[in-house]
């Protein structure tokens, strides 16, 4: 048996000097993350299209790719270059997506509907494609999903099929990388307050009474949620789709029920 003194000093946690690459790092909750973990210790590289990136890079202690993952070209020198920068990735995080309203089914704008899923779904398959030879026994991949992949809302159809698609394919490489003993896990967060989560205040406030605990996030508290997922502590996990999202996929809550409720009492 393990000395106590050993297992005190042990942070199974800890994510100090291991090399994380964010695909998708340069806003929003990609950005957060890329904070935090740099922050406690770990040598992050993130990977975006904007320009600015190497500044946003060297302002949280991170480096920068440019990357594109829309391209196959740009996605394939994007990794060779991270290859050049590190010694084999612990921990791939995929977490680049949009969401674009593309209208209902009998209005619907294709194009946008394709770009979408280009993004959201094809993009990251590019980008696992990629990296994932990078990653060795003990690695951890974790992609940024949504409670949207399991919960249908009328003119949200590609965005809820990019990221019930990305749950699948979480699950399915799971089981293809688990005799290799690399991890995939995803991270379903609700409402952030995030580049990809600009409305208006009110339409915020609509969303808040639909979460359990009345409550939506800022971005930064996902960095120890993704943290976790890079570390040891979750170790046995892996396939598995980790609702950061404070309820909102667990069913109706009181405060939505009470207001229906309220309504109907007020149309007798």
Request: with cysteine.
């Amino acid at each position: 048996m393990p000395a106590m003194s050993s297992i005190v000093s042990r942070n199974p946690f800890s994510v100090a000097g291991r090399n994380i690459v964010i695909v998708g790092g340069t806003a929003g909750i990609g950005l957060a993350v890329a904070a935090h973990l740099a922050e406690a210790g770990a040598s992050v590289i993130i990977t975006g299209r904007r320009s600015e990136g190497e500044q946003i890079a060297n302002d949280i202690g991170a480096t920068f790719v440019q990357m594109d993952i829309s391209d196959n070209a740009s996605t394939t020198v994007g990794f060779a270059s991270i290859a050049t920068n590190i010694d084999g990735i612990d921990c791939l995080i995929l977490n680049a997506g949009i969401d674009r309203y593309h209208g209902e089914i009998d209005d619907v704008d294709v194009p946008v509907f394709e770009q979408v899923f280009n993004t959201n779904t094809i993009g990251l398959v590019r980008s696992m494609a990629a990296g994932v030879n990078q990653l060795s026994a003990g690695g951890s991949i974790v992609v940024t999903s949504s409670p949207a992949g399991s919960i249908a809302a009328p003119g949200m159809a590609a965005y809820s099929a990019s990221k019930a698609a990305l749950d699948m394919l979480v699950r399915t490489w799971a089981l293809e990388l688990g005799p290799k003993q690399i991890r995939v896990n995803a991270v379903l967060p609700g409402i952030v307050e995030s580049e990809m989560a600009s409305e208006s205040t009110a339409a915020l406030e609509a969303i808040r009474r639909m979460t359990a605990n009345g409550m939506y996030r800022k971005a930064a508290e996902m960095g120890p949620v993704f943290q976790f997922l890079a570390s040891d502590a979750s170790a046995p996990l892996t396939g598995s789709l980790v609702g950061a999202h404070d309820g909102i996929s667990v069913g109706y809550s009181k405060e939505v029920l009470d207001r229906v409720s309220a309504d109907i009492e007020g149309d007798a």
